[in-house]
């Protein structure tokens, strides 16, 4: 199998503070003074990066940081390049190129396996600019608590139809970290493989261990959802050297200890950022990404294994529903001591991030991007700074009888979104070379005028021949009548089969009239492809800051 890789730059794709930071960074530069395209500002990054992480604190971080990582793929079970990269890591001068995700069903979107592609790609191309070594890591989102974004997953069928897997249960506002994952998953993964089957024999070893991916899951393991995500992440990328970091894991938690701590202190200098950053986004007519109110102080407290938001009233933390949970000075202790009872809001979650780890860049996504515009005077106030920001890979694969339909009706991609029916109607008009219509009312006139000739010149011979013709005359009719209906149903049938490939084809590139990054998943092209189709995206899918790909698999004439 091969792919080939071709741009696609349509401003309707993507929200404009993103597309500028791929392609005009100058008109974003107030937001992101760190263009992702120019040397000079990794090389900037870099040292900064490497001078925090020098000293006698950043050694020890360090320490901390490579023995937690460690233990936590230890549970993997490492490849080599995993290990590897852990050891390169423990190198006082290694930096992070970083990427994450919420612990998606199956893998969540495609955008995420491009997340983690895009990573391992910009660490490499990092390290040859930089000569340091530079590793890539996956930051599993185990925190997150909203359920219905982990337990369901919607993707194009074969045909193009939207279909829809979803566990069954609530999340009871508890992390994706905490919750079990739960013994219908095996049957959701039965219906998956029935409705997606393998289509040859390394399809059908994608399909045997997704099968028993689950059943290690579900069977009496406790396995939680945010841990199932990971196992198959590591299945898919890990040979790659991607490492991955679990901020629910005991050890990271107390390595965010110090953030988490401070959360408190810092609300109001993070409302008074983020609210200014706002209204110069809005300015320059970009769209926010985050609206918070004055009391919130960016930071989660585990009640009963509910992941419930602090708000401060006066001197107490109080939840949502106003009870008052603990004093506000008593915060920091509070951390120091159960730093597994807390856990950061999208704000502050960032910041954990770069205190934890050398950052060198991180890939992020529309949303991401929106909401680190406002977060630079946030970082600040840590005595950190934010990352280089690179736009993550987007792609759309396109299968070769997607291609094949495209190609023989002329239809463009962009217009497939919301266009497919008119440019459909375009078509079929531009194919109607001949008027059936006129074509057989012409032939009936025709035919009609010749028999009344043939009719007087026989009736001269024998009168009798009259009737002779005229019944010779009407079956005639009859069968050109026959003709006539077959050509009509000849071309509703080609329209037919035209009308059903366009539909899927635009199911399948725009599924439920998403891009198909959003609302499609790797699994399909792995049961029709095998393992090697991961690695014709990591050596295919560009990361050099255009917008979208189309990718095609096999070349195309």
């Known amino acids: 199998m091969a792919m080939e890789s071709t741009p696609l730059n349509d401003g309707a794709l993507y929200p404009s503070l993103y597309r500028d930071l791929a392609l005009d960074p100058e008109r974003v530069a107030a937001f992101f003074p760190l263009s992702p395209g120019d040397p000079a500002a990794w090389r900037t990054r870099a040292a900064e990066v490497s001078d925090r992480w020098r000293d006698r604190a950043g050694l020890r971080r360090?320490?901390?940081?490579?023995?937690?990582?460690?233990?936590?793929?230890?549970?993997?079970?490492?490849?080599?390049?995993?290990?590897?990269?852990?050891?390169?890591?423990?190198?006082?001068?290694?930096?992070?190129?970083?990427?994450?995700?919420?612990?998606?069903?199956?893998?969540?979107?495609?955008?995420?396996i491009y997340k983690?592609?895009?990573?391992?790609?910009?660490?490499?191309?990092?390290?040859?600019?930089?000569?340091?070594?530079?590793v890539p890591v996956f930051w599993v989102a185990s925190e997150d608590h909203d359920f219905s974004e982990v337990s369901g997953l919607r993707l194009a069928d074969p045909n193009g139809r939207l279909a829809r897997f979803v566990l069954p249960g609530r999340g009871d506002g508890r992390s994706a970290g905490a919750i079990t994952v739960p013994s219908p998953a095996v049957r959701l993964v039965e219906g998956f493989l029935k409705t997606f089957p393998p289509a040859h024999p390394e399809g059908e070893a994608v399909a045997e261990d997704l099968v028993a991916q689950v059943q290690a899951a579900t069977v009496g393991r406790g396995i939680s959802l945010a841990a199932w995500f990971t196992r198959q992440m590591h299945s898919l990328l890990g040979s790659f050297g991607l490492l991955f970091y679990d901020p629910m894991f005991p050890a990271l938690r107390r390595l965010a200890a110090p953030v988490l701590s401070r959360a408190a202190d810092a609300a109001s200098a993070i409302h008074a950022a983020t609210t200014e950053a706002a209204d110069a986004l809005r300015r320059q007519g970009y769209e926010p990404g985050l609206d918070f109110e004055e009391d919130q102080i960016h930071l989660f407290t585990y009640q009963h294994g509910r992941r419930i938001g602090l708000r401060r009233r006066g001197d107490m933390l109080c939840g949502r529903d106003?009870?008052?949970?603990?004093?506000?000075?008593?915060?920091?202790?509070?951390?120091?001591?159960?730093?597994?009872?807390?856990?950061?809001?999208?704000?502050?979650?960032?910041?954990?991030?770069?205190?934890?780890?050398?950052?060198?860049?991180?890939?992020?996504?529309?949303?991401?991007?929106?909401?680190?515009?406002q977060l630079d005077r946030v970082f600040r106030w840590w005595d950190v700074t934010r990352p280089i920001i690179v736009p993550r890979p987007g792609a759309t694969i396109v299968l070769p009888e997607d291609a094949e339909i495209l190609d023989r009706t002329g239809m463009l991609f962009g217009r497939l979104r919301y266009e497919a029916r008119a440019q459909l109607d375009e078509w079929l008009g531009g194919q109607a070379k001949v008027d059936l219509s006129a074509l057989f009312a012409a032939e009936r006139s025709a035919f009609t005028e010749r028999y009344a000739w043939l009719e007087r010149e026989l009736t001269a011979v024998a009168p009798s021949l009259s009737g002779v013709v005229q019944t010779n005359r009407d079956r005639v009719l009859y069968q050109l009548s026959y003709l006539e209906r077959k050509a009509y149903q000849h071309r509703r049938r080609v329209a037919g089969d035209v009308a059903r490939a366009v539909a899927a084809t635009a199911g399948r590139l725009f599924p439920g009239g998403s891009l198909q990054e959003r609302a499609s998943n790797i699994y399909p092209y792995l049961l029709r492809e095998g393992p090697a189709f991961v690695?014709?995206?990591?050596?295919?899918?560009?990361?050099?800051?255009?917008?979208?790909?189309?990718?095609?698999?096999?070349?195309?004439?």
Not at 329 to 353: K, W
Not at 537 to 552: K, M, Y
Request: charged content about 20%; glycine content about 8%; some cysteine.
């Open 62 to 112: 360090r320490a901390e940081l490579c023995s937690a990582l460690t233990e936590l793929h230890a549970a993997l079970g490492p490849t080599n390049a995993q290990t590897q990269n852990l050891h390169r890591l423990a190198n006082p001068e290694a930096l992070v190129v970083i990427t994450g995700q919420q612990a998606g069903l199956l893998t969540g979107p495609l955008f995420t």
């Open 116 to 134: 983690a592609i895009g990573t391992i790609r910009r660490a490499a191309e990092a390290e040859r600019l930089l000569g340091m070594p530079v």
């Open 322 to 373: 106003g009870e008052e949970l603990l004093p506000a000075r008593d915060l920091a202790a509070a951390v120091e001591r159960s730093p597994e009872e807390f856990s950061p809001d999208v704000t502050v979650r960032p910041v954990v991030q770069e205190w934890t780890l050398p950052v060198l860049a991180q890939l992020g996504g529309p949303g991401e991007v929106a909401y680190l515009a």
């Open 535 to 557: 690695h014709s995206l990591s050596e295919t899918l560009p990361v050099d800051g255009l917008h979208h790909r189309l990718l095609w698999k096999g070349p195309r004439e």
